[in-house]
């Protein structure tokens, strides 16, 4: 079975600050991970992805997460935080395959991020 | 950028009605999606489907829910009979056959009375 933690709700920071908002899995064999966007009352929009290659992933916004395989560790970072960055912020893991399939994603409960003017 | 579709944004049913949501999925996609949020809580997945039939099912997705892709272009969940708890954000997500670019829809929030 594979699993996600978030183990913060919520993160604040100060708008110009670096953010960095945590995320942990678990799952057997090499994973995909992913990190969501959903802004209130609106979809998930997608940010990122770890497939494979380099550790050190850049997606959209300016966000990036770096892929830690020791720690199991997907963390999102930005190196300056925007107001409009605040959002609920999911972290997203898929099991790897040898061929097609279905490929669901088991996400993380969310975190919530609010940047400070 | 083509996107998923999802009708309507928002639903209020009676406990014990059929609902069917609906969603276009990005046209040369192979793989869909029905996840769900309950609200406050994580996305959790239903179900995926693949060549005109379920390819996976969660606990969740049990014998009041079913699926279907009637004309290729729609995919619907059919919920048969409501209950209070199925209220929730459902999301529709489709991927390409190759590659793990899932797109999600905007949701459809189901609100059950």
């Known amino acids: 079975a594979q699993s996600v933690a978030q183990p913060e709700d919520q993160v604040n920071v100060a708008e110009g600050n670096p953010l960095t908002v945590k995320c942990t899995y678990s799952?057997?064999?090499?994973?995909?991970l992913f990190w969501y966007v959903q802004y209130p009352n609106r979809g998930l929009q997608f940010l990122l992805k770890y497939i494979t290659g380099d550790n050190l992933v850049k997606g959209s916004y300016g966000f990036e997460a770096e892929f830690n395989k020791s720690q199991t560790s997907f963390h999102l970072k930005k190196p300056s935080a925007l107001v409009s960055d605040s959002a609920l912020y999911f972290c997203a893991v898929s099991r790897r395959g040898s061929g097609a399939g279905s490929y669901q994603l088991t996400f993380g409960k969310g975190t919530k991020l609010s940047v400070i003017p | 950028e083509p996107e998923v579709t999802q009708t309507p944004s928002h639903q209020v049913t009676q406990m014990g009605q059929e609902v069917i949501l609906r969603c276009v999925p990005i046209s040369n996609h192979l793989y869909f999606y029905w996840y769900r949020q309950i609200l406050g809580q994580k996305v959790e997945f239903l179900v995926s489907?693949?060549?005109?039939?379920?390819?996976?099912k969660s606990e969740i997705f049990d014998d009041q829910f079913s699926v279907e892709r009637p004309d290729g272009s729609n995919f619907t969940l059919k919920i048969r009979s409501t209950k209070l708890e199925d209220s929730a954000m459902y999301f529709c997500?489709?991927?390409?056959?190759?590659?793990?670019?899932?797109?999600f829809g905007s949701g459809t929030r189901l609100t059950v009375v």
């Open positions: 997500a489709s991927r390409p056959g190759q590659g793990y670019g899932y797109t």
């Open positions: 799952v057997s064999g090499n994973p995909y």
């Open positions: 489907f693949y060549n005109n039939e379920i390819s996976e």
